[in-house]
């Protein structure tokens, strides 16, 4: 009989503690299965008296039915706490959801798309061009035959092609070469441009350009250009300098130093070169400007008639300035980046901050 009610006792603790219904079950078949508990008391009632049989008997009996009861009990409870919990899930509107990462443009991207705004504001349009591009139209349409010395300030990386099948410059002449690089500046896309737009014209063509050459702080192998171009009947060097100075102004909404240098490109002519004062030291001088004060900004000059011809235009009618300026040296200058190569590697810690 005390066997009896401590079974009981074990089992009804066992019972209330279960959490779900796979432990219900074994707790079922521990006390009431086939071979349970209660049930091999119940079976060894044979072998008894007749009073023990009938007193245990009825004991057993009674604890049997209780149990069924309060595990079928249990059983519902725990139902209803995992439908509550269901529940809870899909009705719960105000539980925080898991936040998505979101990303940001990147520095570069970012002043690409102001400088865009600023020359369009000029009325400047803003035009494409590839970034694989021929022979033709990185040099020799820019008055940069093969084998001409200045080819040497813009080695770029040349892609495979059956040789034999391809036109190159020095093949004949009168031939427009075929042979693919990776462009070196956006300067084709002037030519590009004036083949197939009649002037007057502005334009302005941003975009990714290409260098072999060694890198260090302001210098990469891969660098983001933008073109201006500006053809009319009467245009001088005094409308470059107007444009650039207003540019740098609505850019850095302040006035800045510009400083402008003879130069030499073979597609202009005359040629300079545009310096801003280093916004990084404030022109004390330091790594980003080469310890002189003064931060080579962009290429400019007045469009030379060879490239008029290039594009099938008059140079006795036409006249224009071109620029070519480097975006990723703006954006070092207007967030006071002290090395280009930050902006190419990818690292959160340094992105986050813009
Ligand atoms: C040119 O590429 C000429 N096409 C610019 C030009 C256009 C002149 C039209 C006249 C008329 P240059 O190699 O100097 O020029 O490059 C122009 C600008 O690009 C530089 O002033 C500089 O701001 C940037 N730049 C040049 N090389 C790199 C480099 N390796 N990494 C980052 N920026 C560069």
């Known amino acids: 009989m005390e066997d009896l009610k401590n079974i009981k006792i074990l089992a009804e603790k ?14 079922f078949q521990k006390y009431l299965g086939k071979n349970g508990e209660v049930t091999r008391v119940l079976r060894s009632l044979k072998n008894l008296d007749e009073n023990k049989k009938r007193s245990i008997g009825k004991l057993a009996n009674q ?8 595990i079928e009990i249990r059983k519902k409870e725990i139902g209803a706490e995992i439908g509550k919990n269901k529940t809870n899930k899909k009705i719960d509107v ?28 000029l009325g400047f349009s803003v035009v494409e061009g590839p970034e694989v591009e021929s022979e033709w139209y990185n040099f020799d349409a820019l008055n940069i035959p093969a084998n001409h010395p200045a080819r040497d300030m813009w080695d770029t990386f040349w892609l495979r092609q059956n040789e034999s099948k391809v036109q190159n410059s020095k093949s ?4 427009k070469s075929q042979r693919l690089l990776l462009r070196t500046h956006t300067s084709p896309v002037q030519i590009r441009y004036m083949e197939k737009n009649n002037p007057p014209l502005r334009i302005i063509a941003p975009g990714r350009a290409f260098r072999y050459e060694a890198t260090d702080a302001s210098h990469e192998i891969n660098f983001y250009h933008v073109e201006g171009l500006m053809v009319d009947k009467e245009i001088s060097a005094a409308n470059l300098k107007a444009i650039m100075e207003k540019f740098f102004e609505m850019f850095f909404k302040k006035s800045v130093k510009i400083r402008i240098r003879p130069s ?6 005359p040629s300079f070169e545009i310096d801003i004062r280093c916004l990084v030291c404030g022109g004390k001088g330091c790594s980003v400007c080469s310890q002189g004060g003064w931060l080579e900004i962009a290429g400019a000059g007045m469009v030379h008639p060879q490239v008029f011809k290039s594009a099938g235009l008059n140079p006795k009618e036409w006249q224009g300035f071109a620029f070519g300026m480097g975006l990723d040296r703006l954006t070092m200058m207007k967030y006071k980046i002290k090395d280009i190569r930050l902006l190419f590697k ?9």
């Open 14 to 27: 066992e019972i209330n503690s279960a959490r779900n219904s796979e432990e219900i079950k074994q707790i």
């Open 63 to 70: 604890i049997k039915q209780e149990l069924e009861q309060k």
């Open 94 to 121: 105000s539980f925080p959801g898991h936040k998505l990462p979101t990303g940001h443009l990147h520095p570069i991207t970012k002043v690409k798309r102001e400088v865009e705004d600023i020359f369009e504001r």
């Open 172 to 175: 004949k002449a009168n031939t």
């Open 264 to 269: 030499f490109f073979p597609f202009t002519e």
């Open 346 to 354: 990818g690292d959160l810690r340094f992105l986050e901050q813009f």
